[in-house]
């Protein structure tokens, strides 16, 4: 990050992730994050005021994916949450044992730019407003170089990376999330199946 070759940071809704965002803004990185308004607009308006008073700088999810590209080039630390379910054209990686639904763009954006990927927590210690911050996993592009499957290797390893910290202290995840909502058509296959 500081020497400004690019960087994909990616976390998990897992305990404040919202500080760490803030704090590396604060801190003076070149940080932007991408991130989907709110269903409540004056609520999402009132967040995104927040996440940008201390220098993050916010992308909306839809029709980011050009300014993601123009942005890597740059050398930008690009900032995403990457736990929520992506739908019947994501990738299946495993997550606690069960495939989960994971978007391909991260992994995509990291192997066409080059990009390394730090999967990154926040953590609530004790029950104070008091945070340990780290990165749990650090992937580089020499890595995946080799791999058959780079994209479906990629997408596998920041995810297990998630899975490791929440296994953690797996209290301080949002468990909310519907994770495994979409099936591989593997799956949906043997269920039809007399």
Not at 104 to 124: D, E, F, H, M, Q
Not at 135 to 158: G, Q
């Amino acid at each position: 990050m500081q020497q400004g070759n690019g960087l994909l940071m990616l976390t998990a809704h897992y305990s404040n992730f919202e500080i760490m965002g803030y704090l590396l803004g604060l801190f003076g990185f070149n940080v932007y994050t991408i991130a989907r308004p709110l269903d409540n607009r004056f609520i999402s308006k009132y967040l995104y005021g927040v996440r940008q008073q201390a220098g993050q700088n916010i992308i909306d999810k839809k029709g980011a994916s050009k300014l993601m590209q123009k942005l890597a080039a740059e050398g930008v630390t690009l900032c995403f949450i990457a736990d929520q379910d992506a739908g019947r054209k994501g990738i299946f990686v495993d997550f606690f044992g069960r495939k989960a639904s994971t978007y391909k763009s991260i992994a995509l954006l990291a192997i066409t730019n080059n990009i390394p990927i730090g999967v990154a927590y926040s953590r609530r210690i004790e029950n104070r407003f008091y945070f340990e911050i780290g990165v749990k996993r650090l992937i580089l592009p020499e890595e995946w170089a080799d791999k058959k499957d780079p994209l479906e290797w990629v997408t596998a390893e920041y995810t297990k990376a998630i899975e490791d910290f929440v296994r953690e202290d797996p209290t301080q995840y949002w468990w909310l999330h519907r994770r495994w909502k979409h099936r591989p058509k593997e799956e949906q296959k043997k269920a039809k199946s007399p």
